[in-house]
């Protein structure tokens, strides 16, 4: 199958309702991803789950920039990102505490422990929002369906699954009343949780999104704009690996040059190495010198 058909997010509205879904279908863009770290097996579905989970979500962006899910907690499992951009482009990564055995459990609470999940986005132009939830349920749908209930007031579901290097996921979600009446709305939002609700996991997985959409809703079915394609992003990049460089100021560049003759930067998302030998140092640090010593405006 082609990366178009494999990876995709398709938005799916309900006629004369207030009632919208989103499906997510990933397969391609994760393999980087997974690839770049070699995460323990119960990693690896939690974070496939996460980036399926940020995808669905970044379908409400209605500017350019970036939304992320993001779980901290104090167990095995330290940091949980997952990032889609207005584009889809995904990257996603998960930091363990140091020396933890990671159990092989599906438990949110058994492999973050206690902790708090952020949805944060960015705009590129103007002010980050970010909306914060305790992890107080096992899976990451629940957590999200809390999110949603608490800072949103949004009814919203959401079924995430993932296995064999795919990750897929179904949101549906009531928008505030404009369309139809409340009564209506309630009927229709019953009607699809409903039959949400039988579809297996392995269906969401293996089956392709338009057949699962026809399987759920071929009495009455929904309207289906152009699907978007996902693919693995990131953002790193030698000019921002230079910048960083030069954050750490003109001492701590000079002591890298003396004692390593090198800097080596390993991307955390993609885990590609940028090496700034001993004359690309010696050429920032004296770019940082002359800047310091030039005449100010």
């Not at 609470?109 to 909306?131: C, F, N, W």
């Amino acid at each position: 199958m082609s990366q178009h058909s494999t990876d995709i997010r398709q938005r799916f509205l309900f006629p004369n309702s207030d009632i919208r879904g989103e499906i997510v279908r990933l397969d391609a863009s994760l393999k980087p991803i997974i690839a770049a770290r070699q995460y323990p097996m119960a990693a690896e579905s939690l974070l496939s789950e996460a980036i399926v989970a940020a995808t669905l979500l970044s379908g409400s962006l209605k500017f350019k920039g970036r939304l992320s899910v993001q779980a901290q907690g104090d167990g095995a499992l330290k940091l949980l990102l997952a990032e889609c951009t207005h584009d889809n482009q995904v990257r996603a990564l998960i930091h363990t505490a140091e020396d933890a055995e990671v159990p092989n459990s599906q438990a949110l609470s058994d492999l973050l422990g206690k902790g708090v999940m952020a949805i944060t986005i960015r705009p590129e132009q103007g002010q980050d929002y970010q909306g914060m939830v305790p992890l107080e349920k096992d899976t990451l749908a629940a957590c999200l369906e809390d999110y949603f209930e608490q800072s949103e007031q949004l009814p919203t579901r959401l079924w995430l699954a993932s296995g064999n290097g795919q990750a897929a996921g179904i949101m549906l979600q009531a928008l505030p009343q404009q369309v139809a009446r409340k009564e209506d709305n309630d009927l229709t939002w019953e009607r699809v949780v409903a039959l949400t609700e039988t579809l297996t996991l392995d269906e969401l997985l293996g089956l392709p999104v338009e057949t699962v959409l026809h399987r759920l809703f071929h009495e009455d079915p929904p309207q289906l704009p152009q699907a978007q394609p996902v693919s693995f992003g990131c953002t790193c990049s030698r000019e921002r690996v230079a910048r960083a460089l030069i954050s750490l100021g003109v001492e701590e560049l000079q002591s890298m040059l003396d004692e390593q003759n090198e800097a080596k930067i390993q991307c955390d998302f993609c885990s590609k190495t940028q090496t700034f030998d001993a004359v690309d140092l010696a050429q920032l640090i004296h770019t940082m010198k002359e800047h310091q010593h030039s005449p100010s405006d």
